[in-house]
């Protein structure tokens, strides 16, 4: 063979490799802005899935991205509408956005319409004011804003009946106040509501416990009141629940990522083993709680039972609060 006969095809193979498009790293979308809980997951998969990626055969350099809006709604409508087939594109869901469902606040969707991948932990609801603030307990704040419920603004993620929003609505009912009469401001995730309340534009924040613990190092904010069935270990230790100031309330809020409806199963499964790989690691625990949620794990087959339990459970009780037809 000659040398010009043997650099042809090699100048060929050259070529076709030049044009080859590289192959892009799985990406974790957080349908939410940066600094929330939404993105503490997507930052918890990332570096949960490292050591157990070569076992999993998974890229563990998730890619993430952000695209806020409607609480969830416009991922979910993005990952139906153009990347239902996506092998490698994970998106983070939260209790909320299992109620949001239940409402109808995705569109005429259901559970059924993705694939449930993974629940990595659960966070607590919990509410918090400026550490300057004059109100010291969950109920100083209660009884304030049944004496002026206008006068008292509060962050929250979403609109009338989002999880953020029925947190306080069910804890001022119980105060003997008027859950109508409430001054909310809605915001597009914890990330927001807790840059309000800094600057003075709100006077508390209806949030997550993961959320708020970033913020509690800082020593700016106070948290009143986590909604759990008992103290919170980390950085909240500190902190009463809501039933041990006479308010009888818990909100456990589960954290997870979910893919499109028509993945291949195999990628699928893929997926759904390198998270149970990665949590049963023994160091993930630990990681997990540096990322500012509690022991809750649950992939595949039963993820989706208990999601579609869960948003059936949420849309019965959204029936009997009148938020849904």
Known sequence: ???????LPLALLLAAQAGAEPARPPECIVPAKPGGGMDLTCKLARKGLEPVAKLAQ???????????????AVAWNSVLSQR?????????FSGGSLLNLAQGKYGKVSASDVRWVAALGTDYGMIAVREDSPYKTLRDLLEAIKRNPSGISIGAGGTVGSQDWLKVSILAKQAGGDAKSLRFV??????????????GYVQAVSGDASEAALHAASGKIRVLAVMADKRLPGPLSHVPTAREQGFDLTWPIIRGVYMGPNVPDKDYRKWVAAFEKMMAQPAFEQLRAAHGLYPF???GDALTAYVNHTVDDYGKRAKELGLVR
């Open 1 to 7: 063979m000659t040398i010009r006969a043997w650099l």
């Open 58 to 72: 998974v890229n563990p350099a998730l890619r993430i991205s952000y695209l806020p809006g409607g609480i969830g």
């Open 84 to 92: 239902r087939a996506e092998p490698d594109t994970l998106v983070v």
């Open 186 to 199: 809605a915001f597009e995730g914890g990330g927001e509501s807790f840059t309000a309340l800094l600057a």
């Open 297 to 299: 794990s649950m992939t």
